[in-house]
Each structure stands twice: as structure tokens, then as C-alpha cells.
């Protein structure tokens, strides 16, 4: 089992920016392909950003590029979004996950987080 925990989330105005943070526990991070999903009320839960295991590749939403990077430390055991430019449409719930690359769709993912808010007001 790996256990994921989120931080960072809260409110931000429009053109703001936040970071959002992962701390995995259990079972070793290394191997794990790390993202971050997001759902909106009334909406799927959609894909955001995701980095392999060795953080040599990573891979974006378009919704996203351009705004957001995602890196992680290995020796941390954590998984970083580092989101600019935030927009109204960026309102969600994030979830960190760990999974399979490229993590494109939930049915990758072997672990989730519980999720934080961001919020962005115009």
C-alpha cells in the first residue's frame, strides 16, 4: 500500500498561483509513475499532469500546459504541482495519484490521495 496525503490547497484569485504538495508512505515511491488528477462539481474527474518514475518525462492536459509543472523528489517521497496563471475553470478538487505511465486515465492509477481543494475567484 502506498499512502498519499495533499497539501497547499485553499482560495486564490484569478492570475494567482499555488503549490500543491504529495507525501507518499508505505511502500516505496521510486517505482510509481506520480500525477495529478481533478473534479469539478457536477464533472468527471479529469487528468492534469503526471511524471515517470525517474522524472525524466513528464506529460500535460492542454487545458494546463503552459501554466502548470509537476516535478517530484524521490528522496523526499513527494510529488510537487506547481500551478500559474490560475483561471476560474482551474476550481477543483485535486487528487494526487500513483500509478502506471502515462497515467492518462483513472483506470491507471493503483493509489489515491483524498483530495484538496483550490479555489479561483475572478
Known amino acids: 500500500q502506498v499512502q498519499l496525503v495533499e497539501s497547499g490547497g485553499g482560495l486564490v484569485q484569478a492570475g494567482g498561483s499555488l503549490r500543491l504538495s504529495c507525501a507518499a508512505s508505505g511502500r516505496t515511491f521510486g517505482p510509481y509513475t506520480m500525477g495529478w488528477f481533478r473534479q469539478a462539481p457536477g464533472k468527471e474527474r479529469e487528468f492534469v499532469a503526471a511524471i515517470s518514475s525517474g522524472g525524466v518525462s513528464t506529460s500535460y492536459a492542454d487545458s494546463v500546459k503552459g501554466r502548470i509543472t509537476i516535478s517530484r523528489s524521490n528522496d523526499k517521497n513527494t510529488v510537487y504541482l506547481q500551478m500559474n496563471s490560475l483561471k476560474p475553470e482551474d476550481t477543483a478538487v485535486y487528487y494526487c495519484?500513483?500509478?502506471?505511465?502515462?497515467?492518462?486515465?483513472?483506470?491507471?492509477?493503483?493509489?489515491w490521495g483524498q483530495g484538496t481543494q483550490v479555489t479561483v475567484s475572478s
Open positions: 495519484a500513483a500509478g502506471l505511465w502515462p497515467l492518462g486515465t483513472p483506470s491507471t492509477v493503483h493509489y
